[in-house]
């Protein structure tokens, strides 16, 4: 059983807009990037991939799936304690993390505009999505009187500077967790309707496949690339990157627990699926992936979330600073072990069992 963390209530800015959550290593971040680099990527090698991927985004197949129907226009005031809290918190989460994307690929957008119009046109089209998904959560929010002031975002986040790579390695794995956790949700519910206790769930069909299409794209950018994936150094980023995406992944499922359960999902069989599932597709990317069948890989992550949460209450206490400091010292040492447990395993090839991957 994985006891959750207690969701707080909302903390407001002003009266029915919501005060952003603070800025953790686990809450969504906006990223920056080199758009020199980008504008400079030879593209020519998988040109035919991107244009039809392009094409396929231009079409726009979801642009009237988003719509606020009857089923919305209702009270949602009997949705209350802690699964109101927590999934208050699992939709700013959600928009503050689609509103990230559509910043980031509204100006690499802007930036390649007259230098790559291929990727311009990807990104302008990826950057729709992203503020169309950021919009219906955020209105979301509003039937439970509160909402995200995206404009005030915009101007008090950090943003984080990322080099190309990585941004290519993270926004890629990002696309494609987010495909399997909504695609899972999505089929469990239709499985399992008497959880279904609001309409937004049943529009994540269609969402997912927006965030695969996305996925794809990076996939495609990521292959015409031979120096991200095809040498030692790529290998060991890729390996780095699949761990840091999964460990959050299952620390931020955990610490959410009581959500999943108010939606009849079973937390750890959640998120060694998704895990499972996006680390599979990730073959079709990159050269190696995790060895999710290793017998500690799973009871690893989940010591991960142990002291996390152990270091979550040492932040929370009234001690010493200098008393924190030296209790936090051994929890950090011992989340630090068991990621280099897993990532020392030794990982997969999928060059050579790329063929018979789903």
């Not at 079709?284 to 992936?289: G, L, M, N, S, V």
Request: some cysteine; charged content about 25%; hydrophobic content about 40%.
């Amino acid at each position: 059983m994985v006891k959750s963390v207690e969701t707080p209530e909302p903390q407001l800015l002003k009266p029915g807009v919501k005060a952003p959550v603070k800025e953790t290593l686990l809450t969504p971040r906006f990223y920056t990037t080199d758009f020199e680099a980008i504008a400079k990527l030879d593209i020519s090698a998988h040109e035919t991939e991107l244009l039809a991927i392009v094409e396929e985004l231009r079409a726009d197949y979801n642009r009237h799936h988003f719509v606020r129907d009857q089923e919305f226009k209702q009270s949602w005031e009997h949705i209350e304690g802690e699964t109101r809290r927590s999934f208050i918190d699992f939709l700013e989460r959600s928009c503050t993390s689609e509103f990230s994307g559509f910043l980031l690929f509204k100006e690499i957008s802007r930036r390649l505009k007259d230098r790559n119009p291929i990727l311009a046109d990807a990104f302008n089209f990826m950057a729709r999505d992203e503020a169309r998904h950021a919009g219906f959560l955020n209105k979301s929010m509003a039937d439970f009187n509160l909402s995200l002031d995206l404009s005030y975002l915009t101007k008090s986040r950090t943003y984080t500077f990322f080099p190309l790579e990585w941004i290519i390695y993270t926004v890629y794995l990002s696309e494609k967790i987010g495909y399997w956790r909504y695609i899972l949700m999505y089929r469990h519910l239709q499985k399992n309707p008497d959880y279904q206790f609001y309409p937004l769930f049943r529009k994540f069909e269609s969402w997912c496949q927006d965030e695969n299409r996305h996925g794809d794209f990076f996939k495609a950018l990521l292959r015409s690339q031979p120096k991200l994936w095809d040498n030692w150094k790529a290998r060991l980023w890729i390996r780095f990157f699949l761990l840091t995406v999964f460990v959050t992944h299952t620390i931020t499922v955990f610490e959410r627990a009581s959500f999943y359960e108010s939606i009849g999902i079973h937390p750890r069989k959640y998120n060694n699926q998704v895990i499972t599932e996006t680390n599979n597709t990730a073959s079709r990317a990159f050269p190696i992936i995790l060895d999710t069948n290793h017998p500690a890989f799973f009871w690893r992550l989940e010591q991960c979330y142990q002291n996390n949460q152990k270091l979550t209450e040492i932040n929370n206490s009234d001690r010493p600073q200098f008393l924190k400091f030296w209790q936090k010292l051994p929890v950090i040492t011992a989340i630090i072990w068991h990621m280099l447990r897993i990532y020392l395993v030794k990982p997969i090839d999928a060059e050579l069992t790329r063929e018979t991957v789903r």
